[in-house]
């Protein structure tokens, strides 16, 4: 597997491997991250914890990790998938003197429904936030393991394929039409518990509302705090850019607790909390501190409404002591 200089400058290099086996795995991937070592390249590897170790021994001399080889757990580092572009756009800019190289394998065997659907928007929409970047990204699927579906999306997500040695066009590709069926109702839980933010004032009370619904249903302190950040941050976004109010509500879904914004604004930029902001972007930083603490966000937006739904893992409570 050989990317070479060619591609390296075109920009942003989009490609993923469906591969077969573990073998298979093992061999491309090596052969990409040391062609990008050798090249004097930056490199990212993101991948869960068994392939890690896996490709760790491989890439490792000695026991020492190559200076420009950073490898990171991407079912801790981008259990919410719409954290991995933020991830991204960092690596890129601490290396900006050169290119960089990114592996990814973000869609692993065993990611729920709602999970996947969230993985293709990402790689949807990294075709345009990365475009003119200097960036070859790899990313991988296991072919023995995923449906037909989940790779269906790939093929129509990624403009190049790897086929053996040799990058091919995806005759597949349609990002716009994998962003269009990914955008697919929200529906309400009838057993969620609701609350009215009509105006600034309601946001306190909001997040007492939060707060005593979180400690009834017995989660940590920890999470309790991470539950009153999103449910703010999703409430004062809706009063700043709509007209009308925003329902929040909050329900336990198997080990998840959910906190949704309902309102009538309608959701214009989907890169929107997905890249750091910076201090100059402050809507942008509360849907990007959303991001950063959830372990998934789902959007729909019309141009009638738009619902976001932030899943935090339920961290229960210990309890009294003593």
Not at 165 to 175: C, E, K, M, T, W
């Amino acid at each position: 597997m050989t990317a070479g200089t060619d591609i390296g400058r075109l920009g942003f290099v989009h490609s993923a491997l469906i591969y077969q086996s573990r073998q298979e795995y093992l061999d491309s991937v090596t052969r990409f991250v040391s062609e990008g070592l050798a090249m004097d390249e930056a490199v990212l590897v993101a991948v869960p914890p068994d392939e890690l170790a896996l490709l760790h021994d491989a890439l490792s001399a000695g026991g020492e990790t190559p200076e420009r080889l950073r490898m990171v757990d991407i079912t801790e580092a981008a259990r919410n998938p719409s954290r991995f572009m933020a991830m991204a756009g960092c690596f890129v800019d601490d290396h900006a003197d050169r290119r960089v190289r990114i592996v990814s394998q973000l869609a692993w065997p065993g990611r729920t429904e709602e999970e996947l659907v969230a993985c293709v928007e990402h790689e949807a929409l990294i075709n345009g936030a990365m475009d003119g970047y200097q960036v070859t990204g790899l990313c991988l699927y296991d072919g023995s393991r995923l449906g037909e579906d989940v790779l269906l999306d790939v093929r129509a997500t990624h403009p190049l394929l790897w086929s053996g040695d040799a990058l091919q066009r995806s005759a597949d590709y349609a990002p716009d039409a994998a962003l269009q069926r990914c955008n697919r109702p929200l529906p309400a839980n009838p057993g969620a518990v609701t609350y009215l933010v009509q105006k600034s004032t309601d946001l306190s009370p909001a997040r007492s509302f939060a707060t005593n619904y979180a400690d009834w249903v017995g989660l940590s302190p920890d999470s309790i705090e991470d539950l009153q950040l999103v449910a703010t941050e999703l409430a004062s976004n809706s009063l700043m850019y709509t007209d009308g109010a925003c329902q929040l509500a909050f329900w336990r879904d198997d080990g998840y607790l959910v906190c949704e914004a309902r309102d009538t604004g309608c959701f214009e930029d989907p890169l929107v909390g997905r890249m750091d902001p910076g201090p100059c972007g402050p809507a942008s930083r509360g849907l990007y501190l959303v991001n950063a603490i959830s372990d998934l966000v789902r959007t729909h937006t019309t141009p009638s409404g738009t619902t976001i739904q932030a899943y935090l893992r339920f961290e229960p409570s210990a309890g009294p002591t003593g």
